[in-house]
């Protein structure tokens, strides 16, 4: 019978994100067993368990069955609905944790998704709101995601432990992607930055900014670091502070980097100067694996391309993060798409390191939810 | 008599000669040209209502965008699948005649008996799949859906039937094909004042089914029982060149007319349990789509499955290589319909299927059920003969043990035994790949012997040096013998163990070294450190270092006739090499040897090796054997066999001379090879990018590592500490891509690795400001400012004049000079005009234009893309693409498709895309045909045909309020669309399906498929009086409207206190006290969840429209005679008019 695809099988709670993100939009049901089966905790965390809320939540139909000890995760996905939607997210993990995955979905829901999620919008771990703002939103553009509705405000700060912050994420629908071609990171041109200081002193986020320039300014002068310091509700539960910073090159390609404090009562105070610095040299170690996807969107670009129509589309990416590799394993399980990898050294040029070429067919996929009037 | 047969000359009164007389006679009259009509009389001309030029033009706009159609990307391949003709019609009507004749037209062959679809060759560019389609309304669906064209034969004799018509309009809600009408029987009409009438009733008629103008061919008669040869051919012209349009359900979703079908079955299976599940493998043309492993398709009549394994075969009906000539020669008219049993000798993946003739009947499945106990007779060693030639690997990288290793380590084996397996190489190929025993002992022989004869061709030399050699040493020792012997079985199981790996090993990674075999061809041995190529170099350099070891110094030239012979032994293992294999069983066999050899006595052996390979040395030096040989000699002797060998050995075999000769790494002081190497590095990157992403999957592999668990007393287990693979299966799940190894941005030349990458840093040629600027210097530099007058040079007056004689001095002086000068014009030229163009034309180009433009790059991209690519690498990256011939395997099918196989009927397989393959609740707009006579009622089971797929549903019919509310319906409108909701199968937005009651019934309704998931709601009338219980239950519903029969709307207010349930309310009117109040209330309906494939090909031959499924309630009643209850009070009663009986007056 139809009913019965062919579920895959997976074990451990690692990638459990891009498992169900392409379980639900394949249409194939997967079964994740052994999470964390031999530690002390086993089971699903609650992020993850409020990640899983989360796609209940914005899907219809949805089979969700998880045993007893949580070691065990059933899903059977459903048609993605979307809607206006509200989520706590936990706050063990960042609100990028939970947004990254609504990028992938987002775009193939039936009603346009409108939705507020809230917790940690800034922590050490998941790629933090302002980068994800930055970088994945124009990403998204380039495979014809755009319009008025597009965007994502992040309305409070909240930094961990406390959380607090608040962001809403509206996206359009679509019912086929544009294929990209995009091999020419081209130059940076400028390079825009964000440091946040909540429930701490002002001056910490001036004194970020100084500190970053000092190392930015030997490459390019047009550096602007915006600083934003929120007070009142609007500045979570937490004190914290920490530094975004985005590059930009000629042909649109976004490059990022981010740093952010240490949460209240967890490890040594951080210099906001050392933060800064430090920031700006990973947003250099960035640009050196260059590409026209940053690190952490890499996948996302990926599955973009994959989920296009029947069109060759190119990439070129810096050197592929693990993240990414299993990515690749898991399209090629989900969708038996194998990305054509072709390795492209750096050459004379002064441009960082080696860059990988990722050319793929679509495999023609639109959007069923969608409704005809 | 002549005179009268002599025509009279008529005039011209058209065409350009009369044109040209009527000129000159207008001239010859003073009265100049008509062209000048316009000249000569301008007002006639002239504009005389502006609102009506607007409209004019307005109008002619309109009809120019008519004619735009969305542009799409021409995914069309280069080589197309042959197009499938459908010849449809009523019975008797000549639809096999038809068929027999166009076969007969194309390929001059005459089919007895066609069966299933035949496909020929019709042209240089063009083939044709031709298929019957009879009257069973389950054929007509399934064909109508992979239809290119239709042949629609018509009884002119009889008229249109209607079957014709229901075909049409099956075509119409699957996409259009395109329709052919041909009328037969034509000369059965006597008068043929009849027959002209006749024809232009049926054409007019075909015409407003079709299209107005639609082509109808006209087939006026029978001769010797065929159609006249010129019609015919006429005919097959008209197919020729036909051009189509794309279809969307067919362009975005594979799909295969499978025009032959084998069971794999194993035969024990089925013998146990005749009812087995079966595993069959289709052949067929793939069109449509890409197609990929592992996907899922649909068998309408069977049902869904998941490919279990694709793959692509040789054309078995190829178009014609070369397009030089006009016409086809008759050798590629190729005609191909192994269901017919046309198709001659059929090479397949593990078997060759030889066409005996007529008797080769396809349903009683002699090919492989023949092979499998041919197979089985043939096997003659025992499990224990092949125990002892299978090998395992403890370690990845160590050589697999073999039943003789284990021998050695105190297990009792005869070794005589072994040897003897060891000869025997097949053997051991299947016990090894357990997946091969399959495959027939036939094949199994003919693959050795082509394995064979690939050796011959690839060392044909080597072998015959050792024919000879083994011919000479017969009196020799026996153990130098065994070595000799074994050599030669190294070769041929090296060779023969090549298709096996072929099939375990990733395809994808020989395909990648084959890529870069041109490159191995000059590069050195050292380039694949990955490949197992390498490793038997490797090896055998370990074997002859290992000789040498035991050597007694003084015979250093034997150690060299060591390396010779190491030498030859990879050459022997080259063919393996160059398909890039990992052979792990080379390197072992090498160090087999090896260890075998240094097992001899080191004199013995040496003495014996020198001189066999001194005969072989000999051999093309045409040097005698027993000359005593010098280094001189040696080196000689060397470059002859370099010569015997390619060029990439050349190398491999220089680096090992050079290694052993000096010892030390001087070779690696040569720059060329080091950039060889850097240039090999990044060579191999790639393919081990790619190995490293899809080479090792990590699918769940619990079973596995359950097993090597350790048990402890059969109760407890050891609970291993996790392995790292797991402890990564646990770790944080992050996107983040951390800096494990940050660079020192305080340095210089840190800094400096990344200045490019900003606009501050150096810029390329063509995109260099500086550059681009001068260069528009040059162009633009001289320019006259219209409004003051000023004319502005690029450079100051003299000094130009004064380069400008320089220049012209120069010019005389150096030609170069002024052929760059040339270039620099005509360059300058250029960017004039495109700067002109961008000026001018910017206008032009429209939206429509830009866009139809980008598609057309895409479309050339996807083309150029993976062309250089062989097909075995570009089915990985984008599947299996239109036009191959694939055979598909399939498991798990009912039994009762191979049992009740009819070659008549079509076997499709569609392919679903993603979640097509899910069941949900489908929304969809219908309408009832116009020519069904009843309406339909919720919750009659009826079959829908939708996508690929048939099936028998429970719909649910409702209509749209005005407030989105859907309303369910009891019954359909009679003319008018409505919404239906059912439990099926997800199908994209837009498709356009058909319902009819049963299969052996008409159509009813036809329009687009919306989708969506809501609650359906019915209302449910209630009175006034009691309407409620309590003053709760008003509560809840407080606000809610109401209204009377008559239309006087109100709502209600409050409970009252008494009596109970009482409320008040408000009305828009005063209410007569007769008036009965309703209150509309809404309740959700469940759609039940019923889903049923028409399972039709399942059935026997014969029966197979006799496919039935759930019965409606009324059939269920007229069967059982089970009459309705009817409720008494709704009963009609006679009406007996009550006598009036006025009251008396007072």
Redesign the interface.
């Known amino acids: 019978?139809?009913?019965q695809?062919?579920s895959l099988?997976?074990?451990?709670?690692?990638?459990?994100?891009q498992r169900l993100v392409l379980s639900t939009?394949?249409?194939r049901p997967v079964k994740i067993?052994?999470?964390?089966a031999?530690?002390d905790n086993p089971g699903l965390r609650d992020f993850e368990a409020s990640f899983i809320r989360l796609l209940d939540k914005i899907t219809?139909?949805s089979r969700i069955e998880i045993n007893q000890t949580g070691t065990t995760l059933y899903y059977q996905?459903?048609?993605l609905?979307g809607g206006s939607v509200e989520h706590d997210c936990s706050v063990l993990r960042g609100i990028g944790?939970y947004l990254?995955s609504l990028l992938c979905l987002a775009p193939f829901v039936?009603h346009p998704l409108k939705i507020v999620l809230r917790g940690v919008t800034n922590d050490q771990?998941?790629?933090s709101v302002d980068v994800l703002k930055a970088t994945a939103l124009p990403l998204l553009k380039q495979f014809g995601i755009d319009g008025e509705s597009f965007e994502l405000k992040i309305v409070r700060r909240g930094m961990p432990p406390g959380g607090g912050g608040e962001v809403v994420f509206s996206c359009p629908v679509r019912?086929v992607l544009k294929?990209i071609?995009l091999t020419d990171?081209g130059?940076?041109?400028r390079i825009r930055g964000m440091a946040y200081s909540v429930r701490v002193s002002p001056q910490m986020a001036n004194r970020i900014v100084d500190s970053a320039r000092s190392?930015l300014n030997?490459?390019?002068?047009d550096i602007y670091i915006y600083t934003d310091h929120m007070k009142g509700v609007n500045s979570g539960k937490s004190p914290g502070f920490g530094l975004s910073l985005v590059a930009e090159t000629?042909s649109g390609t976004f490059l990022s980097a981010e740093l952010a404090s240490n949460p209240q009562g967890q490890g040594a105070a951080v210099l906001p100067e050392d933060l800064g610095r430090n920031c700006a040299?990973?947003l250099?170690?960035e640009?050196?694996?260059?590409g026209c996807v940053d690190?952490?969107n890499?996948?996302l670009a990926l599955l973009l391309m994959t989920l296009g129509?029947?069109?060759?589309s190119k990439v070129l990416l810096g050197?592929?993060?693990?993240?990414?590799?299993?990515f690749?394993?898991h399209l090629?399980?989900f969708?038996?798409?194998?990305?054509?990898?072709?390795?492209k050294?750096c050459g004379e040029?002064?441009?960082?390191g080696?860059k990988?070429l990722m050319?793929?067919?679509g495999?023609?996929?639109?959007n069923?939810?969608?409704?005809?009037? | 008599m002549e005179a009268k047969d002599q025509k009279k000359h008529r005039k011209k009164n058209s065409g350009p000669k009369a044109a040209k007389k009527k000129k000159r006679h207008l001239q010859d009259l003073q009265l100049g040209d008509e062209e000048d009509a316009r000249k000569r009389n301008p007002k006639a001309f002239a504009v005389q209502s502006a609102v009506r030029m607007a409209r004019s033009f307005h109008r002619t706009q309109d009809l120019k965008t008519k004619k735009h159609h969305i542009p799409v990307?021409d995914?069309t391949p280069l080589e197309p699948p042959p197009i499938v003709v459908v010849v449809m019609g009523p019975p008797k009507v000549g639809k096999s005649t038809l068929i027999q004749c166009l076969i007969r037209n194309f390929t001059r062959q005459k089919l007895t008996e066609i069966r299933g679809p035949v496909t020929i060759v019709s042209g240089k560019k063009r083939r044709l799949t031709i298929i019957e389609c009879g009257c069973d309304i389950n054929m007509m669906i399934d064909l109508a859906k992979v239809a290119d064209l239709v042949l629609m034969l018509i009884d002119a004799s009889f008229g249109f039937e209607m079957e014709t018509f229901e075909f049409l309009n099956i075509c119409q809600v699957h996409g259009f094909p395109k329709i052919m009408g041909v009328l037969t029987h034509l000369d059965s009409f006597k008068h043929n004042k009849q027959l002209k009438k006749t024809k232009k009733r049926l054409k007019h008629r075909f015409w407003t089914e079709v299209y107005p103008g639609a082509k109808l061919f006209y087939l006026s008669g029978m001769v010797h029982g065929e159609y006249q040869n010129q019609e015919i051919h006429n005919l097959g012209r008209f197919i020729t060149v036909m051009k189509f349009r794309p279809l969307t359900w067919q362009t975005?979703h594979p799909y295969i007319l499978a025009d032959r079908m084998e069971d794999l079955t194993n035969p024990e299976d089925i013998r146990t349990n005749i009812k087995c599940d079966r595993k069959v493998s289709l052949y067929g043309y793939l069109r449509g789509?890409?197609l990929?492993?592992?996907?899922?398709i649909h068998m309408p009549g069977v049902?869904?499955f998941?490919v279990s394994d694709i793959s692509f075969l040789p054309d078995p009906c190829a178009l014609p290589e070369q397009q030089k000539k006009r016409c086809l020669n008759e050798k590629e008219k190729l005609v191909y319909a192994p269901l017919s049993g046309v198709g001659g000798v059929l090479y397949d993946k593990d078997a060759v299927y030889v066409d005996l003739g007529g008797s080769h009947g396809f349903q009683d499945e002699v090919g492989p059920t023949h092979e499998l106990v041919q197979s089985l007779i043939s096997t003659h060693s025992t499990i224990d003969a092949k125990m002892a030639s299978s090998r395992v690997t403890l370690f990845s990288d160590s050589k697999p043990l073999g039943s003789e290793d284990i021998d050695n380590q105190g297990l009792m084996m005869p070794k005589e035994e072994k040897q003897m397996d060891l000869n025997t190489g097949r053997m051991r190929r299947k016990a090894i790949f357990g997946d091969e025993d399959e495959s027939g002992d036939s094949d199994d022989e003919e693959e050795d012997e082509m394995s064979e004869d690939d050796g011959l061709e690839n060392g044909s030399s080597d072998e015959e040096a050792e024919e000879e050699e083994n011919a000479e040493m017969t009196d020799q020792y026996m153990a130098v013998k065994g070595i000799k012997r074994r050599k030669l079985e190294l070769e041929e199981d090296s060779e023969m163990d090549l298709p096996a790996f072929a099939d375990s090993d990733d395809d994808?990674e020989r395909s990648s070294a084959e890529e870069g075999e041109a490159e191995e061809a000059d590069e050195s041995s050292e380039e694949e450190d990955c490949t197992a190529g390498e490793k038997g170099i490797s090896g055998s350099k370990a074997a002859g270092e290992g000789s040498k070891a035991g050597l007694s110094p003084a015979n250093c030239q034997s150690d060299r006739v060591n390396l010779e012979k190491s030498l030859l032994m990879k050459k022997a293992a080259l063919p393996t090499f160059d398909s890039g294999h990992c052979t792990a069983e080379e390197v072992f066999a090498s160090e087999d040897e090896s260890e075998e050899s240094s097992s001899l006595s080191a004199e013995e052996e040496d003495s014996e090796n020198e001189e066999a390979i001194r005969k072989k040395l000999s051999k093309p030096s045409q040097v005698s054997s027993g000359q005593k040989l010098g280094p001189q000699n040696f080196i000689d002797e060397t470059s002859d066999i370099e010569n015997l060998l390619k060029e990439e050995e050349d190398y491999k075999e220089e680096n090992n001379d050079s290694k052993e000769t000096s010892g030390a790494l001087k070779w690696k002081e040569d720059l060329s090879r080091k950039a060889a190497e850097a240039f090999l590095r990044?060579q191999q990157?790639?393919p081990n990018?790619?190995k490293?992403?899809?080479g090792t999957?990590?699918?769940?592999?619990?079973e596995e590592d359950d097993d090597t668990r350790e048990e402890l007393g059969g109760l407890f287990r050891v609970?291993q500490p996790?392995r790292e693979c797991?402890h990564?299966?646990?770790?944080?799940?992050?996107?983040?891509?951390l800096?494990e190894a940050?660079?020192d941005?305080d340095l210089e030349e840190v800094?400096?690795?990344?200045?490019?990458?900003?606009?501050?840093?150096?810029?390329e040629e063509d995109k260099d400001a500086a550059k681009v600027l001068a260069e528009d210097e040059e162009l633009y530099g001289d320019f006259e400012d219209l409004e003051t007058g000023d004319v502005h040079k690029g450079k100051s007056g003299p000094n130009t004049q004064n380069e400008d004689i320089e220049k012209e001095v120069k010019e005389e002086i150096d030609p170069d000079e002024e052929e760059s000068a040339k270039k620099k014009h005509l360059d300058k030229k250029r960017k004039l005009k495109e700067m002109f163009d961008a000026e001018y034309d910017e206008g032009e180009s429209t939206y429509f234009d830009d866009l139809k433009g980008e598609m057309q790059k895409?479309a050339q991209?996807?083309r150029a893309?993976?062309e250089d690519q062989d097909d075995e690498a570009r089915v990985?990256?984008?599947?299996f693409r239109p036009g191959m011939y694939v055979r598909v395997e399939i498991e798990n099918v009912p039994c009762e498709f191979v049992q009740n196989f009819d070659p008549h009927y079509p076997i499709i397989l569609g392919g679903l895309?993603?979640?097509?393959?899910?069941?949900?609740y489908v929304q969809m707009r219908l309408k009832k045909h116009r020519w069904y006579k009843k309406i339909l009622k919720s919750r009659d089971p009826i079959i829908f045909s939708v996508g690929w797929r048939r099936f028998q549903t429970i719909p649910l019919y409702y209509i749209e309020d005005h407030n989105g509310r859907q309303r369910l319906l009891k019954y359909t409108p009679q003319h008018m669309h409505c919404g239906a909701a059912f439990w099926g199968?997800?199908?994209?937005?837009?498709t356009g399906f058909l319902a009819i009651q049963s299969v052996s019934g008409i159509m009813l309704k036809i329009t687009?498929?919306?989708?969506?998931?809501f609650p359906f709601a019915f209302n449910l009338p209630t009175s006034f009086s009691g309407m409620f219980n309590s003053a709760l239950e008003v509560a809840k519903f407080e606000g809610a409207v109401i209204r009377t029969v008559s239309g006087i709307r109100g709502q209600i207010k409050k409970a009252l206190r008494a009596p109970e349930g009482a409320f008040r309310a408000s009305f828009e009117d005063k209410l007569l006290m007769s008036d009965i109040v309703f209150m509309r209330t809404w309740y959700p309906v469940s759609i039940p969840a019923f889903?049923n494939p028409v399972t039709s090909l399942l059935k026997p031959v014969g029966e197979k429209d006799t496919w039935s499924g759930m019965r409606t309630t009324g059939q269920l009643r007229l069967a059982h005679g089970v009459r309705l209850k009817a409720n008494k009070d709704s009963l009609y009663k006679v009406l007996v008019a009550q006598s009036l009986t006025l009251s008396p007056k007072l």
């Open positions: 019978m139809a009913t695809a062919h099988s997976y074990a451990g709670c690692n990638f459990l994100r939009l394949s249409g067993r052994k999470i964390r031999r530690e219809n139909g996905p459903g048609l609905y944790y990254e039936k771990v998941d790629p019912k294929p071609q990171p130059k940076i041109k190392i030997k490459f390019i002068p000629t040299r990973l250099l170690e640009i050196y694996r260059g690190s952490t890499q996948s129509q029947q069109d060759v050197p592929l993060s693990p993240y990414t590799i299993e690749l394993r090629k399980s969708f038996q798409i194998m990305f054509k990898i072709e390795t050294p040029e002064l441009k960082g080696d990988v050319t793929c067919v495999i023609g996929f639109s069923l939810s969608k409704t005809l009037k | 990307v995914r975005s789509a890409h990929k492993n592992k996907s899922q049902g869904d998941a994808l990044q990157a790639a990018l790619r490293l992403i899809y999957v990590t699918e769940d592999n619990e609970n996790d797991k990564k299966a646990d770790s944080l799940d992050c996107s983040r891509f800096v940050p660079h941005w800094m400096n690795s990344i200045r490019d990458c900003f606009v501050t840093g150096k810029w895409q991209l996807n893309e993976f990985q990256y984008e599947g895309g993603n979640s097509e393959g899910n069941v949900g199968p997800i199908t994209p937005q837009g687009q498929l919306i989708q969506s998931k889903y």
